[in-house]
């Protein structure tokens, strides 16, 4: 029994929203953007901060506190390119995925910017199944070819690697390409495709409207399931907040919250 719980909270985990922060009121169709919150989505979109930014969120999936996700992330400039520190955490004590990640991003001139994060990934489980870990990176690209318009791509753990004497338990690929474009300065929509080798591929879309000066409105999709989000955002001098919501083909609606704070 322990152990279709634990294959019941994976299947989840890999149906959720895996990113963070204010992309989720907008299907997290994001991986072309520039923003703190890129570092959970494309690690290139950090490249453009230009002051320490920290941030926490809160993710609460399908009204089960067991599938709450909890994330933490810093970045820090330098003159020879962007850092950042990201925790997250989804579980609960029966079963939780936990990963640690240390990213490096740099503009490469102008018109494009690139990332490299290094990630520890470990499972704490059960006592009868114990404690499994794995090192991976991923890697992520954000081009501007044209006025208004930004592409990304984003590869996660293209070494495939495999969690060691876990039934080779395989810790998926998955990548990710999208586009976004302003129609004007406060009107975006983004599309974008991810492929897990071992799933279908899904598609992605959002919308975001400054309705007026730091006060945004967002809305997104995701297929395979089928996911519709909307979401809210608003700063505050140096202080913004996130709030998204977002549907399920069969399970109940799930929350998320964040907060950064740029220094």
């Known amino acids: 029994m322990k152990y279709v719980l634990i294959i019941f909270f994976i299947s989840l985990s890999l149906n959720t929203f895996s990113q963070n922060g204010g992309f989720t009121g907008m299907g997290n169709s994001s991986v072309m953007l520039y923003d703190f919150w890129a570092v959970f989505n494309n690690q290139a979109g950090i490249a453009d901060i230009s002051t320490v930014e920290t941030g926490v969120c809160y993710e609460n999936n399908y009204m089960m506190w067991e599938t709450g996700k909890q994330a933490f992330a810093v970045v820090v400039p330098t003159n020879f390119g962007n850092f950042s520190l990201s925790a997250n955490r989804y579980g609960y004590s029966g079963y939780a995925e936990n990963n640690v990640g240390l990213a490096y991003a740099r503009n490469l001139g102008k018109y494009i910017s690139a990332s490299l994060e290094f990630d520890y990934l470990f499972y704490t489980q059960s006592q009868n199944y114990g404690y499994k870990g794995a090192l991976l990176f991923q890697v992520g690209i954000i081009g501007k070819p044209i006025e208004n318009l930004q592409i990304g791509l984003h590869v996660y753990n293209p070494g495939h690697v495999t969690l060691e ?36 591929t899904r598609f992605k879309t959002g919308l975001q409207y400054e309705v007026i000066d730091n006060l945004f409105l967002r809305t997104g999709f995701l297929s395979n399931p089928n996911q519709f989000s909307v979401g809210i955002g608003y700063t505050l001098k140096k202080l913004t907040t996130d709030i998204a919501f977002y549907t399920h083909e069969t399970l109940p609606m799930s929350t998320q919250i964040s907060f950064k704070y740029a220094f």
């Open 165 to 200: 004497d876990y039934n080779n338990q395989q810790v998926p690929l998955v990548i990710r390409f999208g586009a976004g474009y302003y129609f004007i300065k406060q009107v975006l929509l983004t599309a974008e495709t991810e492929t897990d080798i071992d799933n279908e």
